[in-house]
Every structure is written in C-alpha cells, then in structure tokens.
C-alpha cells in the first residue's frame, strides 16, 4: 500500500518552487504524435500517466525515449490500431488515442478508460466527433472501435457541451481529414490551446478561439518539435500550500493568467500575491477569511481541479463557504477524509456542500486518496495538521506530480513516500 506521509511543519512553507510541464498538456500532445512523422516534445512531466502514455505508444507501434526533460517519439514500423484493456485500465486519457490510431491506420480500437473515478464521463461526444467527420464508430462491451478506411472529411462539429476530451478528439481527427472543419461550442482550457500550438508545429492549421478551426491535411503530419505549458493545477497546489500555513513562496515557470480566478478568491482571503512573465510571488497570512460562495464552471472559471484543494484551505480559515461543484458530480471524495481530520462540512447533495472553517489547525489522521486531486488535498490538510498525517493512495498523487517530495522539502516540508 503506497503512503505519502507529511510531518508537522516547524513553520510556514517558504522558498522557490519551479512547475512542471502540464499533465493535461502533454497526455494529448502524446496521443497526438501518433499522427506525426517524428515529435519532440520539451518540458514533458516525469509522471506515472506519461510512462502510462508512453506504453501505450510502443504497443501501437512507435519508439518513445527520454532524455531529461525532453521526450522522442516516432514510428519504428510495426502497426497495432488496438489499445490492450490493461494499458486503458491505467488512465482516463487513453480515449484520446482513438483518433489519432484512427487517422494513421484506418481503424483503431480502446477500451473504456480508467483514472481517477469521478463520476460518470461518458466517451459519446468523441465518438459525435468522430462519426460528424464520417467515421464509422462501434461499442462492444468496454471495447470502443472506430474505423474511416476511406479517410475523414471536414465537418461542422457543434459539441452539445464543451468537453475537453470530445474538443481533443474532434480538433486531432480533424486536423488529418480532407477540407475544413469548425469545433462550435468547444472547451476552451490553455491545454487544448497548447495541443493546436503542437499540431501547428507539425504543420496542421488550426485558429483557436470561441470557435475552433482547422485546415485538414488530408493526411498525417510532419515533425513536430514543441514545449509543454507549465502545469497550472501543480502551480495553483503549491499556491494553496503557501496559504494553508501562512507561508511564502516563488513559482517559476507559472502562469498566474491561466489560474486568475483561483488567485483572486486567494486574494480575497487575505493573500498578497504578484505575477509577471512566467512568475507568482505569494505572501500568506496567518489567518484566511472565508469567500461566501465558490463554484466550479468550465475555463475560464475556477477550475474543478483545484476545488478539492481550496476546500483543504476553506476547512482551516475563518468564515462560511458554500461550495458548488458543476463539472463532476463525484468529486466530493476528499470531504468525508477532510472531515475525519476535523474539518467542519456539510454536504447538502452530490455536488453542494457548506464548509465552515475551523480558525485553526486540522487533527492528525491517516486518510486516503479516492483520486489525483483528493490526494493533493489531504497533503494540504497534514500541513495545517498539528503532526501532519499519512495519505494511503499514493499512487494518485503521482499521476499528476512531479518530483513532489523533492519540491516540498525544497520549501520546508517533511515528506516521505513509501510504495
């Protein structure tokens, strides 16, 4: 059973955090370079879903090599337009390989995902997708198929909600089908921007904005060569560790932009924060006031990945919240864990609950991870516990961060982690 375990903190976390390359980035940029002569790929996370990723690949036929920071991915000639059962097992964003696997060899086959178990989040708008561009679409069982022997023809593809999955999906199928195709309606988060910045590098023409178009190629395409965006959710946790303990901290490689409602509500609770370039300074105060209303939308709201962990922050302040979750109606894993530490909050259904902060420290308990985001939460919690706690379900936590024992002890935190 893998643990992470958190001691109390002699004092505020304080120091210089630099963020990684984001997951939700570069999970689809890899799917992605299957529709690529070559990729390389800079600023690629070091994470349990990329080696996932990477699997993937090299069952399906190309070469996937490390080196520091940068990955290299290529075809080596051998074809397999089937995912094996266990590899979708490990992460949800397997789905995203559908189409690409579809565009290179005519037909390709996955099975439902897995992941992080948030509720129901069904792959029928990829296959929409799929299907509105003349693909013959197929499910047996857990088995997902696709099949387009003739090639995909542009299409108008006006998504019913903005998935990011479905958005993903319909943008990288596109991209190789004949004549010009429009994404209406579609997801509009910075890591679906940096997947079209990534296919334009291998010569796709794709303008991003409220409504996504693409020039298809009619065909694979070339060598990609591109750098993944810094981690916004990773940025925003290290934020919330500066704020659980009224501590201070320097992120390099962080974009404030990409998380501004997060840092507003931060700054609404008493923190001092700055931010140019790809820098964000905060200054924590020893007490956080409570916002009297929080809830969770598509980008450019406040993001559902970091919910679980400002509900780590809004247990220990001063005030009432009422929280609402509208993208995943599962994500309330971490409240019934917060609650064994202490924390007081009241669940009204699936998606509202009311926290009403403690004005001090959380009880030391051992907890466990249900997810990626839960996970983080409950490290957040052991910093504002009085001797910290053990978080089962490690394994969560590292889908989603990098090196994270290294960067906690960097800015004062006692961390170990045990497989």
């Known amino acids: 059973m893998s643990c992470f375990t958190v001691y109390a903190a002699d004092m505020p976390v304080s120091g210089e955090v630099s963020i990684s390359g984001a ?26 879903d990329i080696e996932a990723a990477a699997e993937i690949l ?49 037909e390709s086959a996955v099975y439902m995902p897995g992941g992080c178990c948030l509720g129901s989040r069904p792959v029928d708008l990829h296959l929409y997708a799929l299907e509105k561009l003349g693909a013959k679409t197929q499910t047996n069982g857990d088995m997902i198929s696709a099949s387009a022997q003739s090639g995909l023809l542009g299409a108008e593809i006006s998504l019913p909600l903005p998935s990011v999955g479905a958005t993903e999906t319909a943008i990288m199928a596109a991209a190789c089908a004949k004549g010009e195709s429009v994404v209406i309606n579609p997801a509009l988060e910075p890591e679906i921007e940096d997947l079209c910045r990534f296919l334009n590098s291998a010569g796709a023409e794709i303008s991003f904005g409220r ?12 060598r ?40 507003g509500i931060l700054e609404d609770m008493g923190c001092i924060i700055k931010s140019g370039g790809k820098n964000i300074y905060i200054d924590a105060p020893k007490h956080l006031y409570l916002p009297e209303y ?48 202490g924390a007081d909050i009241e669940i009204h259904d699936e998606r509202t609950f009311t926290v009403r902060g403690l ?9 466990r991870a249900c997810d ?15 001797n910290g706690n053990c978080v089962d379900g490690g394994e969560y936590i590292l889908r989603g961060y990098e090196d994270i024992c290294k960067k906690m002890s960097l800015i004062g935190v006692k961390i170990k982690y045990r497989a």
């Not at 993944?228 to 990773?234: K, L």
């Not at 409950?378 to 009085?386: F, N, Q, T």
């Open 23 to 48: 997951k939700n980035s570069a999970l689809p940029e890899l799917a992605a370079a299957v529709l690529c002569e070559s990729a390389v790929l800079e600023n690629c996370p070091r994470l349990s």
């Open 58 to 106: 090299k069952t399906s036929g190309f070469t996937f090599k490390r080196t520091g920071e940068t990955v290299f991915v290529e075809p080596n000639g051998k074809k397999s337009a089937a995912v094996p059962a266990k590899l979708c097992g490990k992460m949800r964003s397997s789905v995203l390989f559908l189409a690409p696997l579809l565009c290179r060899f005519g």
């Open 211 to 222: 409504e996504i178009k693409i020039k298809g190629k009619n065909g694979l395409l070339g």
């Open 224 to 263: 990609a060569l591109h750098r993944v965006m810094p981690d916004r959710i990773e940025a925003g946790t290290y934020l919330a560790a500066a704020a659980i303990t009224g501590g201070e901290l320097f992120l390099k490689n962080a974009e404030a932009g990409n998380i501004a409602p997060f840092i």
């Open 294 to 341: 929080v809830e969770t939308a598509p980008y450019p709201a406040f993001p559902t990945d970091l919910q679980p962990q400002l509900t780590a922050l809004l247990s220990v302040g001063d005030g009432k919240c009422l929280v609402r979750e509208n993208i995943f109606e599962s994500r309330l894993g971490h409240i019934p864990q917060l609650k064994k530490m």
């Open 359 to 367: 004005n001090g420290p959380l009880e030391s308990k051992r907890v």
């Open 372 to 386: 990626l985001r839960c996970g983080a939460a409950l490290l957040l919690a052991g910093l504002a516990a009085e």
